[in-house]
């Protein structure tokens, strides 16, 4: 496995977001992180994009944890891991800048320095990769637009093309599509599943279960901050042996409640 | 009209003029220069970091923006003076000892505006440029690009509050013209309330009327960055 976890857990002060979980993507697959909202998969990937250390557990990259690595060798591991955030958080510049940018701050001073003054005089060329990232997403024609300036879906397809410009071995997506229209929707899915074809690993967080069937190789059902349970989406959505995992698949609401009777009925909802 | 605004070349002639605009302008930039060179440091530290006691540290920032420049100048002057502790320096009465005041009269300025647009930047952005793969450099040069807008607008404010600004050197500076008539440590400021108390509104008025030009140069130069930014946003 390209990036994984084991065993791992986090807290902010008393409260435990993550308890004891162990996931791992490999470069190629699509893993699909799904569960309601609220029960740490934000905070898995932030964990796995090294955001902050686990409380517990070791987070690997080939084998090797992360955390007994030097600052500079952990820098050259999350160099080759990007992110798309649930909202685009785009820079204000433009498109081509917002792309470009993974790939100039790893570039040395000097290189930045020239790459600058090439700006300065107008020239206006993209590398190969960036080119091809904004290609992906169908939004080459917005290049000089400064990104905050576009659509929100338009925002989170340039979010994932900046991702994409890095040519990473590992995309972690959190959420990526909860706020775009189906078309948008449709683009990103599309993109994802081409870099994908390019051998990318990607870790898609989702609520969506739609979306998790339609773009995963594997899924790993989070409730609580607890992976309950993971396999490929057949077996997931045709024969999930988890009973908190049988009602999400089938459409309800969970609620952390001991009492079933007390949860709404379908019944009562139509009325 | 009770005066005539018949302008007569003051003593020194048109010289005098242009010696006191030089001297305001040399003051205030640097001091201002110097000011937002300490000033935006710490303004990032206090905006990207949790430390105990950062809500007094803002608060105390803050309260400075309202400091008294008379009460500025004459702990300066004490400072400098003979029987004070720089006062080994010599540089009481001196442009110098301007500079010192306005630094300490505009960093409170550049501090806090500076302060509160690194802490406008959006967490969401700073993080992204950390998952991009920048070093904690990299991610703090964003958030100065980021905050362009608002920080140019700091160092007009403090430029502002420098430039029109009268207690602080007049106590420390001394306005001192020199006997050719050329400003040593004469502004437009202190020179407009000399000219009055002589009765010369005329000099006084075109000082006034320079002094207002710029001041309003630097607000209009304000406003029109914060539209580019603002229309940078949508459009």
Known sequence: ?271 | MFFSLQLQPPDGGWTYVVSIILVSLEVSLTAVGLSTLFSLPIALFVGFTDFPGKRIVTAVINTGMGFPSVVVGLVVLMLLSNSGPLGTFDRAFTPQAMIASQFVLATPVIMSVSLSAVESVEQSVRDAAFAMGGTDLDVGIVVIKEARYGIVTAVLAGFGRAISEVGSILIVGGNIVFSDGESYTRTLTTAITVEARQGRYEVGLVLGAILLVLVLGVNWLGSWIRSKGRGERSG
């Open chain 1, 1 to 271: 496995m390209t990036l994984t976890t084991d065993g791992v857990s986090l807290g902010y002060g008393d409260e435990a977001v993550l308890d004891d979980v162990s996931i791992g993507v490999d470069s190629g697959e699509v893993l699909t992180v799904v569960g309601p909202s609220g029960t740490g998969k934000t905070t898995l990937l932030r964990l796995l994009s090294m955001f902050r250390r686990p409380d517990a557990g070791t987070v690997a990259w080939h084998d090797t944890d992360v955390w007994g690595l030097s600052d500079e060798e952990r820098l050259a591991v999350r160099r080759q891991i990007s992110m798309v955030f649930q909202e685009p958080s785009l820079f204000n510049a433009p498109v081509a800048r917002n792309v470009l940018y993974g790939q100039r701050v790893r570039q040395s001073w000097s290189e930045r320095v020239q790459r600058r003054v090439r700006d300065a005089v107008g020239d206006r060329s993209m590398t190969e990769t960036a080119h091809t990232a904004l290609e992906t997403v169908g939004l080459l024609d917005k290049r000089d637009r400064n990104a905050l300036s576009l659509s929100g879906g338009e925002a989170q397809r340039v979010a994932f093309a900046r991702a994409l410009a890095v040519d990473p071995e590992i995309m972690l997506l959190d959420e990526p599509s909860s706020n775009l229209d189906p078309r948008n929707t449709a683009v990103l899915e599309e993109a994802i599943l081409r870099a994908k074809a390019r051998g990318v690993g990607v870790v898609v967080a989702t609520h969506d279960m739609n979306q998790a069937e339609r773009i995963s190789d594997r899924i790993a059902f989070v409730y609580d901050g607890s992976v309950v349970e993971s396999g490929p989406p057949e077996r997931i959505f045709d024969d999930p042996r988890d009973r908190r995992t049988n009602r999400f698949v089938a459409g309800d609401l969970l609620y952390e409640v001991d009492d079933e009777s007390a949860l709404p009925t379908s019944a009562s909802e139509s009325s």
